[in-house]
């Protein structure tokens, strides 16, 4: 306001300056240059009466709208420094809640990729209990197959033995071993051979 001020009093003072050298005589102005204290006494009283009229006028028509025109625009630029201030704050909430919120998700994929891992190896260890119980019952299955093919085999093999046997009996008798002879021999084979113990 000080800088406004200066600048008027200093316009005020070359208007009034040109003022004085415009009353003075045309002789005077020729003779010598123009000076803000050149001139006579009543050149420089009405220098001075002008100067204060248009102080008057300038602080009535232009000072005021020109101050009360500064007072609303600092009083904007006020206002406006405010509200930055404010959505700063705000912003700066935001983040922090933004910085929680992605701090919180963080820790709930860590905690889903373990809860993960842990169903995984659940799942692996399922996976190999079930493939080894396959694996034994296949191994049992087997052995009862192998141990019935074993007793089938021995059976035929009783069978024939007992046949040839019987026919060898047959020719070292002379005669012919009839079927019910031919069954027991069959029948002892078989009571022998449940008799035997597994191996």
């Not at 000072?63 to 705000?90: H, V």
């Not at 299955?141 to 021995?154: G, N, P, R, T, W």
Request: aromatic fraction near 6%; charge should be negative.
């Amino acid at each position: 306001m000080s800088r406004l001020y200066s600048l008027l009093f200093g316009t005020g003072l070359i208007l009034a300056n040109a003022c004085a050298v415009c009353l003075g005589t045309p002789g005077e102005a020729a003779e010598a240059e123009p000076s803000v204290f050149g001139g006579t006494i009543w050149a420089s009283i009405w220098t001075l009466v002008i100067f204060i009229l248009l102080l008057i006028v300038l602080g009535k028509f232009a000072w005021k709208p020109l101050l009360s025109a500064l007072k609303n625009r600092e009083d904007q630029i006020r206002r406006d420094i405010d509200s930055a201030k404010a959505q700063n704050l705000e912003a700066e909430k935001l983040l922090a809640r933004y910085q929680d919120q992605l701090a919180g998700a963080q820790a709930q994929a860590m905690e889903v990729i373990k809860k993960s891992a842990v169903e995984a190896e659940h799942v692996r260890d399922q996976i190999l209990a079930h493939g080894q119980e396959q694996a034994r019952h296949a191994i049992e299955q087997a052995k009862d197959q192998i141990e019935q093919a074993k007793i089938q085999a021995l059976k035929e093999l009783y069978s024939k033995s007992a046949k040839i046997a019987g026919d060898l009996a047959a020719k070292i008798l002379q005669r012919e071993v009839n079927s019910e002879d031919h069954r027991v021999l069959i029948q002892h084979g078989l009571d022998e051979l449940t008799k035997e113990p597994r191996p």
